[in-house]
């Protein structure tokens, strides 16, 4: 299916708003005998990079965790599908509004992660700890009605059923559906969604897509309602 313009610069505007976090690992990681440069430094050659059709140098600039993930060649691709969003990013890149913020994320055993930012000479907990169904993203969507379902929290569950769905349903009655032959069945499908938490997912607009389980069989989707992510259906 084709993208529109829009579509495209959205996910290019998402791919530079993930930049921030990988040139921030890459700087708090630098040292030894490295010299390191100011995070402001490094966005800028960096757009210097994208301005002069540099994309190598671009690409150099990149985590080693992002160049795991893109090659160079895909990374060449994206610019030269788009080279007005590049061109746009560029300019934006060229003038940040403020100093850079170091952002720290440790990853939990059971797949959440915590972000942590410099505040001072300190780190302080940025991540929500005690919204322990969080809405806010479709991927903390995800993961909390996950742990909902999971803790059979069916009263929770509620809250990511899409208005339009959820005439009829309570608790309840979810209790005694999920307690009868398609447990096993939903028991499969919580242990391939928990699997592919952080799997890549599509963000356009009001609705999100997560693809998951082997071979990526399996769809998710979501939609946002009163600025709240619900789960529209977790196996499409």
């Known amino acids: 299916m084709r993208i529109s313009d829009r579509q495209r610069a959205a996910r290019w505007a998402l791919s530079i708003s993930l930049l921030a976090a990988s040139l921030g690992a890459m700087a708090a990681g630098c040292g030894g005998g490295a010299v390191e440069r100011a995070p402001v430094l490094v966005v800028r050659d960096f757009a210097g990079a994208l301005r002069g059709g540099r994309p190598a140098d671009a690409y150099a600039l990149m985590s080693s965790a992002y160049q795991r993930r893109v090659s160079l060649e895909e990374f060449r691709r994206h610019l030269a599908d788009s080279p007005a969003e590049a061109r746009e990013a560029a300019a934006s890149l060229e003038q940040p509004d403020g100093p850079a913020t170091q952002v720290a994320r440790v990853l939990l055993a059971d797949g959440d992660t915590v972000e942590l ?53 309570s608790a309840e009655r979810m209790r005694t559906s999920f307690a009868g032959e398609g447990r096993e069945e939903i028991a499969r499908l919580l242990t391939e969604l928990r699997a592919g938490l952080d799997a890549p997912i599509e963000e356009i607009g009001d609705h999100a897509t997560l693809r998951y389980g082997e071979g990526n069989r399996r769809t998710a989707r979501l939609v946002r309602e009163g600025g709240s992510w619900k789960v529209e259906d977790p196996d499409e």
């Open 117 to 169: 930012v410099r505040d001072g000479a300190d780190w302080r907990i940025a991540t929500n700890l005690v919204d322990f169904y969080d809405q806010s993203t479709p991927r903390a969507a995800i993961r909390s009605f996950v742990r909902a379902m999971e803790r059979e929290r069916y009263a929770v569950v509620l809250r990511f059923v899409p208005e339009a769905d959820r005439e009829g349903m």
